[in-house]
């Protein structure tokens, strides 16, 4: 099939003459050919007829027009022009973007295409016979390629971008790119090429046309003159000819800081006032030293230099906000040093060394700091006093003295007291004027080895004024206590016993305490009536042992003997006491053990005093006493409650031992009552049995005079044949009193044991008609029936 294609193209190719040079060109190298071949050509070749390679149909984009868009034209070599041949078109966009005509085969688009939505569309067309179908020609492929107008506008990625640079940075330093892209085709013309320029932000940044990207175009720019910059940049297409389309763009460039301003301090000389009883680490003053940079290019360390004030103040730096505190280091006197003259330097901690050459980053200032004057209290001349008196001391012997001056410049006299609080026993005191620290009291070194008190010094001028020091004072001993027996002594001596034989090792204690050490001499007292029978033994290690200094003792001649011992200690002056060991007599065989002795010395053999025998016997008697008393509690019975509680009504059997008439009968338990015929009703209900009517209770009949005991025994003999005929009555025996109940009572018998009904069968609601007695038992019945029917 040959197919001729006409193409709406001039007006495109008019407004390119490329294309159309292009064309023209290509149509005569094709002409030039030919010829060359038929020149070449010794045989002749019969050359076969063929086509126009088509299938590319080209349509310009946007088309405005109100008719259908021409783009091309079918024709097949079979249509003959008598309207036999039918051209039919299939694809994308057929039948709706591009319509054909059917007979001539002339292709239309119904609207304006946008290339940037869809660059080429892919239809298939075909020749058929009109009355028949059948195909003519094959199914042939072609495309519709949109052409590119420069119809959109540059746009950039972001409509506003942000960068930084450092200041003082060179000329040309990169600080950010910036990309734009066009929707037009790049391939095709200049409608994508595109050119960046500057539109603001000239003189200090410039940008690349090709590429975007904006450099410093001013170099040493100064944060602290200027901070903040906005750029504005273009991207124009066409190459950035007249008449293509643009974008912009907004930059926001910030200079960084970098440390290229040295502190400097705002005034050459700081002056403080500072009292001289401002207490160590209290702070005196601040300076600043004014740093342009910011952040850690503003951080500085001060310190002091020179010797002045070095040791008595300090500078600390405050992280905050970059100023130096000035502390107190040691205590100030005004009397000894008026003013101080500082040296204060102020340095970055962070330099930059490119900055190093241009100037120095430190700088120094001088403060002056003076020291007023404070009336202040007494100074003691040591901060604490150790004093010593031996404890024989008669009262008001000197201990020793304390001084205090006044360190201003008065020189105010001082006066001086004991802190009562510290000396509540008042053993001692100070003399006011000159301070010296006497006794008031006798002292006692085993009684308190140490006094702690603390003496006050006031001024006289204002004893408001007051300081205090501690004092100590040792009380030194003297040998001033007699040794005693370690522990009281008590002993026996068998009657078989030997001469020179060992009875007791005695040892001694001492309230003294010599810088030597104890040593203590035994011996016996040498008027002693035991000289005859024993013997003491000293050991030479604070010890003696007793012995027999003969044999053959006897209970029956003396069953007690009393040994002096007189201890003498070795310190000056000596000291000595009597101490008198207790020796019982017993008999005792061979081996020395005890057969037969007093109760008190058996116990002495068992290692026991009396006191300890004492205390024994009594826990034991304590013992049995209790055990006693919990005895008897556990036969007392324990009478437990009818009910236990209002909410535990349930159903128990209680048994009514001794019930009684009722609030207003006192005979209730008198014989007499049942001896008396008058009382006993026979028509009387039985109190198993609820009566009919209880709003009018019987009234109280007055007793009658007793009869014989014959009418007790038949009212008894009565009731027990009753219950043997009542069918509830309980299937064993059981002894039931009978007695006028309730005589006088409005309730009667209270007694549920012969009832003939359930309790579920009885209404206890007349029980709160009976007045505030019965309230109780109308809580229990009454209460309980309510919510049983609920």
Aim: glycine share 6%; charged share 25%; aromatic share 8%.
């Amino acid at each position: 099939m040959r197919t001729y294609i006409l193409l709406v193209l001039w007006a495109s190719l008019s407004q390119h003459g490329d294309a159309l040079t292009l064309y023209k060109r290509t149509t005569e190298a094709t002409a030039r050919r030919a010829a060359g071949a038929r020149r070449d050509s010794a045989v002749v070749l019969r050359r076969s007829k063929r086509g126009w390679m088509w299938n590319h149909f080209f349509l310009q984009e946007e088309y405005r027009g109100t008719d259908n868009q021409y783009v091309g034209k079918l024709h097949s070599d079979m249509d003959k022009g008598d309207g036999s041949v039918k051209y039919v078109l299939t694809g994308e966009g057929a039948g709706s973007l591009f319509v054909i005509d059917e007979k001539s085969g002339d292709l239309h688009a119904t609207k304006g295409l946008d290339r940037e939505e869809k660059a080429n569309y892919t239809l298939r067309a075909q020749a058929v016979n009109r009355y028949t179908g059948r195909p003519l020609e094959p199914w042939t492929d072609f495309i519709i390629k949109i052409h590119d107008i420069n119809d959109n506008e540059p746009k950039f990625s972001k409509e506003v971008y942000t960068a930084s640079v450092p200041e003082m940075s060179e000329v040309g330093r990169s600080v950010i790119q910036v990309t734009a892209t066009d929707a037009d085709d790049a391939l095709y013309g200049n409608s994508a090429r595109l050119v960046y320029s500057i539109l603001q932000g000239d003189p200090y940044f410039s940008v690349e046309p090709e590429t975007g990207i904006i450099r410093t175009a001013l170099g040493k720019m100064n944060r602290e003159t200027i901070e903040r910059y906005q750029v504005v940049i273009q991207a124009k297409d066409m190459a950035g000819q007249r008449g293509g389309l643009s974008g912009t763009t907004t930059v926001n460039i910030t200079l960084t800081d970098v440390n290229d301003c040295p502190p400097r301090f705002p005034q050459s000389t700081y002056h403080f006032r500072v009292p001289e009883s401002i207490e160590v680490g209290s702070p005196v003053g601040r300076i600043k030293a004014e740093d342009d940079d910011i952040g850690k290019n503003a951080e500085m360390h001060y310190s002091i230099i020179g010797d002045e004030g070095q040791g008595t103040f300090n500078i600390l730096t405050d992280k905050r906000t970059q100023e130096g505190l000035i502390i107190v280091n040691k205590p100030l006197d005004f009397e000894r040093k008026r003013s101080y003259t500082l040296q204060m330097q102020a340095e970055n901690t962070h330099v930059d060394p490119r900055f190093l050459s241009m100037t120095s980053f430190r700088d120094t200032t001088t403060v002056r700091i003076a020291v007023e004057d404070v009336d202040e209290p007494p100074v003691f001349e040591r901060p604490s006093y150790v004093m010593e008196v031996k404890e024989d001391a008669a009262v008001r012997t000197p201990v020793g003295s304390v001084s205090a001056v006044d360190p201003d410049i008065q020189h105010s006299p001082v006066r001086y007291l004991i802190d009562r609080r510290s000396d509540l026993d008042r053993m001692f005191n100070v003399h006011p004027v000159n301070g010296s620290i006497f006794t008031l009291r006798p002292l006692d070194r085993e009684g308190s080895a140490w006094h702690n008190i603390s003496v006050i010094a006031t001024q006289f001028g204002n004893p408001k004024l007051m300081s205090n020091v501690p004092v100590s004072i040792r009380v030194l001993d003297i040998n001033d206590n007699a040794p005693t027996f370690a522990t009281f002594y008590e002993t026996f001596v068998c009657e078989n016993a030997k001469p020179a034989q060992r009875i007791q090792t005695v040892s001694a204690v001492d309230a003294d305490n010599p810088a030597g050490g104890h040593r203590f001499f035994f011996s016996l007292a040498p008027e002693s009536s035991a000289k005859a029978n024993f013997t003491v033994r000293d050991n030479r290690d604070n010890t003696a042992a007793i012995l027999t200094r003969r044999g053959g003792f006897s209970r029956l001649q003396q069953s007690i003997y009393l040994v002096p011992v007189v201890i003498l200690d070795g310190d000056y002056p000596m000291q000595s006491s009597t101490n008198t060991l207790t020796v019982r007599v017993c008999a005792c065989d061979r081996e020395g053990n005890v057969e037969l002795c007093s109760a008190e010395a058996v116990a002495l053999t068992a290692g026991l005093s009396t006191a300890a025998l004492v205390a024994i016997l009594m826990c034991i008697i304590i013992l049995l006493l209790i055990v006693v008393l919990f005895a008897a509690l556990r036969r007392q019975k324990k009478k437990e409650p009818l009910i236990i509680s209002k909410e535990d009504v349930r159903d128990n059997v209680v048994s009514y031992n001794d019930e009684g008439g009722g609030e207003e009968d006192t005979q209730a338990f008198d014989i007499g009552t049942l001896r008396n015929p008058e009382v006993m009703d026979v028509n009387k209900q039985r109190r198993d049995i609820v009566p009919d009517s209880l709003c009018h209770p019987p009234a109280r009949r007055p007793p009658a005079p007793a009869r014989d005991n014959a009418d007790v025994r038949d009212f008894i003999n009565q009731r027990v044949q009753e219950n043997d005929a009542n069918p509830t009555a309980p299937p064993y025996d059981s002894l039931a009193t009978y007695a006028y109940e309730g005589n006088g009572s409005v309730a009667e018998s209270l007694s549920s044991l012969g009832s003939a009904t359930s309790e579920g069968d009885q209404d206890y609601n007349y029980l709160s008609e009976w007045g505030p007695r019965f309230k109780k038992l109308s809580d229990l019945y009454g209460g309980a029936d309510s919510d049983r029917d609920l």
